[in-house]
């Protein structure tokens, strides 16, 4: 079966300090990893994803997310936090073995940065 | 730039009324997504579709269903809405590379 675990249901970090946001997965195969974020009333924008390749993937605004097999895990980081990052943060995977195209979500993370 | 839009961003609704959720994609994508979002649960699958009148379940189709006569357009259905099916409903389409593209979502509610 495939899941999604984001531990923190919020993360709250000063304006300027580097953040992180916890996502571990399981699938049984090789996984197509991605990060969204929900702006308040809006859909979800892609942020960044792991397919294949170098383990640190870099996205949009600056964050970029570190693939880790032995640990399971595809963190979100970045560098120095912004006010206007704050929002509600998704992980999700996909399990390439079986051919499907669907996403299995993580239940969010809310990320407050407090300037 | 690829787009998804969704016919109504707030919609009220009674009890045991019919209610058509509908989603249009301007990028010629076979592959289109109903989920709803909870609060504390995340994004769930209701239903998908792979092509044109092609629809697989989802993991919570239960008093849902969806039709998808044409390409750009994917729509959600409830029969007879209740008031557990108020939430937030997103439609997306899945770009060439693999990314879903997700429209801005319907705030329903069911009184």
């Known amino acids: 079966a495939q899941s999604v675990a984001q531990p923190e249901d919020q993360v709250n970090v000063a304006e300027g300090n580097p953040l992180t946001v916890k996502c571990t997965y399981s699938v049984s195969g090789n996984p197509y990893l991605f990060w969204y974020v929900q702006y308040p009333n809006r859909g979800l924008q892609f942020l960044l994803k792991y397919i294949t390749g170098d383990n640190l993937v870099k996205g949009s605004y600056g964050f970029e997310a570190e693939f880790n097999k032995s640990q399971t895990s595809f963190h979100l980081k970045k560098p120095s936090a912004l006010v206007s990052d704050s929002a509600l943060y998704f992980c999700?995977?996909?399990?390439?073995?079986?051919?499907?195209?669907?996403?299995?979500f993580g239940t969010g993370t809310r990320l407050t940065v407090i300037p | 730039d690829v787009k998804v839009t969704q016919s109504s961003r707030y919609l009220v609704k009674r009890t045991g009324e019919k209610v058509f959720l509908e989603c249009v994609q301007d990028?010629?994508?076979?592959?289109m997504f109903w989920y709803r979002q909870d609060p504390g649960l995340g994004l769930r699958l209701i239903y998908f579709s792979y092509d044109v009148k092609m629809k697989e379940k989802g993991d919570i189709p239960e008093g849902y269903s969806v039709s998808r006569e044409k390409k750009e357009r994917f729509s959600l259905i409830l029969e007879s809405a209740s008031t557990n099916q108020t939430s937030m409903y997103l439609c997306?389409?899945?770009?060439?590379?693999?990314?879903?593209?997700f429209g801005p979502g319907t705030r329903l509610t069911v009184l």
């Open positions: 997306a389409s899945l770009t060439g590379a693999n990314e879903q593209f």
């Open positions: 999700a995977v996909r399990d390439i073995r079986t051919g499907a195209n669907n996403l299995f």
């Open positions: 990028m010629d994508h076979e592959n």
